[in-house]
């Protein structure tokens, strides 16, 4: 049974880098593509990438977060991680890693249990 | 990329059928079958219950049903349960390689 941990500090400041990792048990994380989703408080899901390995290491970004975001994948620990850069009160949100199942059309189909970052000074 | 539209809050009482819809557009919803739904209880993790668009994944009840036309998709729950309250998402992958949410609907049992 494959199962997803964030892990990571709860309070970033402003301006600085938000950094995140999810620990996958269970499976091998190469065998699948990645996903981080985040969720403000009271509000809906927002897909932020997905990261996957088929040669060489891929990405897929939200256009509206791209240019603050970066994710990458250690296959030697099973891990895959999120960095978010010069963040603001508006990147305060739980994030959830979540596995992409292509055999599924690409549904979100095991989740972590997500982790609380809250930006603030 | 825009969130698609899903009505706010939906309800029902137990054992009658509520339907909730996901609007998007040609580039998304509309374009593709890979549209899934996603129930999350509050404080919980969402929970995957359908995907490309009709299909239920191993040990989600039969009661939870998708459907699409055109640029809408709907999940329709039938025998209304009081453990059906949620938070309900839908999702699509879109021609920007991307993937993009709804608003979310509550559902509230009467």
């Known amino acids: 049974q494959v199962q997803l941990q964030e892990s990571g500090p709860g309070l970033v400041k402003p301006s600085e880098t938000l950094s995140l990792t999810c620990t996958v048990s269970?499976?091998?994380?190469?065998?699948?593509?990645w996903s981080w989703i985040r969720q403000p408080a009271g509000k809906g899901l927002e897909w932020i990438g997905r990261?996957?390995?088929?040669?060489?290491?891929?990405?897929n970004y939200n256009p509206s977060l791209k240019s603050r975001v970066t994710m990458s994948l250690d296959t030697s620990k099973n891990q895959f991680s999120l960095r978010l850069f010069s963040v603001t009160a508006a990147d305060t949100a739980v994030y959830y890693c979540?596995?992409?199942?292509?055999?599924?059309?690409?549904?979100?189909?095991?989740w972590g249990l997500g982790t609380l970052v809250i930006v603030s000074s | 990329q825009s969130a698609l539209t899903q009505p706010a809050s939906v309800s029902g009482s137990p054992g009658q059928s509520i339907t909730i819809s996901c609007t998007g557009t040609?580039?998304?919803?509309?374009?593709?079958?890979?549209v899934s739904w996603y129930q999350q209880h509050p404080g919980k993790a969402p929970k995957f219950i359908i995907y490309?668009?009709?299909n239920r994944p191993s040990g989600i009840s039969n009661r939870f049903s998708g459907s699409k036309s055109g640029n809408t998709a709907s999940l329709t729950i039938s025998g209304l349960q009081a453990e059906d309250e949620a938070d309900y998402y839908c999702?699509?992958?879109?021609?920007?390689?991307?993937?993009?949410f709804g608003g979310g609907t509550k559902l509230t049992v009467l």
């Open positions: 990261i996957y390995k088929s040669g060489s290491t891929n990405y």
């Open positions: 040609s580039s998304d919803v509309g374009g593709y079958n890979y």
């Open positions: 269970g499976g091998s994380i190469s065998d699948y593509y």
């Open positions: 490309a668009v009709t």
């Open positions: 999702s699509s992958y879109t021609s920007n390689i991307t993937w993009v």
């Open positions: 979540a596995r992409v199942r292509i055999s599924y059309s690409e549904a979100f189909d095991i």
